[in-house]
């Protein structure tokens, strides 16, 4: 996934960096892939930056005096796509100054997007700002904090970290203590850490840089997990700013509808209350749903919503379906009306699949922060199906769906759409229609636990 994908940029945009990691790497390789796309492009600084190696349509603009720089960026930009500007160079550091941050709305008029660096960090991979920074212009709409994930496991000291008795006051670390990778979560949503200056109109979205391999990673998935959906966060980017693809994932705010409304005709009884293990099929349903990262889990109910509710947790929410018999496509639309606003997604997860696992459905979750495409569904022998996640987009097929028809169709539907994930075994994409299913799940189960 690209930069600009992953940050959602627009033109008319300021984005402003913050942190520290790979700040200047982050701005010109999101400066390129804008220019690339045919865009007009500013790349500048409030504070100081390393100048940047020219390609093909790059230019450097350099003037102290406002009036002289906006002339010069209007004419450069007739001929080259993307230009970094600043006030002078300063040969004895190899670094260019500067301009002021009120100049950042009128260089907007000139480009289609500008990109800003707003403070330094002197090459660390960790900091805390000072009183007097960031400089970050009034302009900003995108606001993206960076920390190098190659920090995790360093000392707190000089060698790692860019003012470290600052970052020592934020995270509670004694300065010479390894820095585990709660410490750069904690610093990433602190108001007077990495959100230090962020506008009260900007969409904020961290990057974590520098992940390469299995150990960072995970390290980053750690830090993704503890700080997506805080305030005012709209996204996480986990990736490698120099690597052909600079954002592994993108981790957006999900929402899980379990499905639990439906009267169970075929089988008798509600299957949701079904004994199986000396829970009921709907609490182990739950159980893996809730172990997971989603921001929250909506429990759809219909048929027998009084004797359901009861084995509901209260971490979850209830809604009620009424027009339930109309079949499962109405359950959707209730799930799906009922989810937060700001949810990019929806894992739908039916309540009489008791043997789905934890481990699927993270794995269905990080699919879709991997990857641009709408939907993820669970596969197993080249059948796809449920559970399965929707992106946003997809909101207004799901809910034109009419009876007893799910998800699976839009599958069906749109399969260049789709990325599928491989489950362990057919067994826990099992659902129960009769009491044959339900003696499969429990002799499964069985074996399972002997």
């Not at 860019?162 to 904690?186: K, S, Y």
């Not at 008791?354 to 459905?361: F, G, K, R, S, Y």
């Not at 799901?398 to 007893?404: A, C, P, S, T, Y």
Request: net charge negative; glycine share 8%; charged share 20%.
């Amino acid at each position: 996934m690209q930069l600009w994908e992953a940050l959602q940029v627009h033109k008319g945009e300021v984005i402003s960096l913050v942190g520290a990691g790979g700040k200047t790497t982050v701005m010109y390789r999101l400066g390129r892939e804008l220019a690339s796309q045919g865009w007009r492009v500013i790349a500048t600084t409030t504070t100081m930056i390393r100048p940047p190696s020219l390609g093909v349509g790059e230019a450097l603009v350099l003037s102290s005096d406002p009036v002289e720089v906006l002339h010069l960026a209007k004419e450069t930009l007739r001929l080259h796509s993307l230009i970094t500007l600043a006030a002078k160079r300063i040969e004895a550091e190899n670094k260019l100054k500067g301009i002021e941050p009120d100049l950042v709305e009128e260089l907007l008029s000139l480009a289609d997007a500008v990109i800003v660096e707003a403070d330094g960090a002197r090459g660390r991979s960790l900091k805390a700002p000072a009183a007097y920074e960031p400089v970050v212009p009034t302009a900003t709409t995108l606001f993206v904090p960076i920390v190098g994930i190659d920090a995790v496991g360093c000392t707190l000291s000089e060698e790692a970290v860019h003012r470290p008795q600052l970052v020592a006051e934020l995270t509670g670390l004694a300065p010479g203590e390894v820095i585990p990778a709660a410490a750069l979560a904690r610093l990433l949503i602190h108001e007077r850490g990495a959100l230090k200056g962020a506008p009260a109109h900007a969409r904020v979205m961290p990057f974590i840089n520098k992940v390469q391999g299995a150990n960072a990673l995970a390290s980053a998935r750690q830090i993704a997990r503890q700080i997506k959906g805080a305030p005012p966060l709209t996204r996480v980017l986990i990736g490698a700013a120099e690597t052909d693809t600079p954002v592994l994932e993108c981790w957006r705010q999900v929402s899980a509808i379990v499905l639990a409304a439906g009267a169970s005709k075929r089988f008798g009884v509600p299957k949701q209350l079904l004994p199986l293990a000396g829970k009921t099929m709907i609490e182990h349903v739950l159980e893996a749903v809730r172990a997971i990262s989603v921001d929250e889990v909506v429990v759809v109910l219909g048929h027998a919503a009084g004797q359901i509710a009861e084995h509901i947790p209260a971490d979850c929410r209830m809604v009620f379906n009424e027009n339930w018999e109309a079949g499962i496509s109405s359950s959707i639309r209730a799930g799906l009306d009922a989810i937060d606003r700001r949810a990019e997604a929806a894992l739908f997860v039916l309540a009489d699949q008791p043997l789905v696992t934890v481990a699927a459905l993270e794995r269905i979750l990080e699919a879709y922060y991997a990857t641009t495409k709408p939907i993820v569904a669970s596969e197993c022998q080249g059948q796809r199906g449920i559970p399965a996640l929707f992106d946003r987009c997809l909101f207004p097929e799901l809910k034109n769906l009419q009876g007893d028809v799910g998800g699976r169709q839009i599958i069906a539907r749109f399969p260049d759409k789709v990325v599928s994930v491989e489950v362990e075994s057919p067994e826990f994409l099992w659902d129960i229609d009769t009491a044959t299913d339900y003696e499969k799940i429990l002799e499964r189960t069985k074996r399972m636990t002997s």
